[in-house]
């Protein structure tokens, strides 16, 4: 069983920037894929960026790449989310998650493990 915890939410303006970090207890981090979702009122959970158990590969998804940078510290059990350029639609709740392999990661159905979220608004 893995616990996952994001911290790093929180209100802020058009255009700055914010990062999110999960920490994971679990003895074996650098064996799973890790990802981040999120999910808008209204609107179902979708993923974000994902990367791979060495950190050597990574996936994002296309509203959010070139803005958003997801990395990982095996040695500290953590993923980070650096979020750059913010615009109102990435207001959502912002989820930690790991799966099996980046691969398989990239939709909700390869998701093993959920952390319980972190709120980012972006006001105008």
């Known amino acids: 069983q893995i616990q996952l915890e994001e911290s790093g939410g929180g209100l802020v303006q058009v255009g700055d920037s914010l990062s999110l970090s999960c920490a994971a207890s679990?003895?074996?981090?650098?064996?799973?894929?890790m990802g981040w979702f999120r999910q808008a009122p209204g609107k179902e959970r979708e993923f974000v960026a994902g990367?791979?158990?060495?950190?050597?590969?990574?996936y994002y998804a296309d509203s959010v790449k070139g803005r958003f940078t997801i990395s990982r510290d095996n040695a500290k059990n953590t993923v980070d989310l650096q979020m750059n350029s913010l615009k109102p639609e990435d207001t959502a709740v912002y989820y930690c998650a790991a799966g099996s392999s980046l691969a398989v990661i990239r939709t909700t159905r390869g998701i093993n493990y959920w952390g319980q979220g972190t709120q980012v608004t972006v006001s105008s």
């Open positions: 990367i791979s158990w060495s950190g050597g590969s990574t």
């Open positions: 679990v003895f074996v981090f650098s064996r799973y894929g």
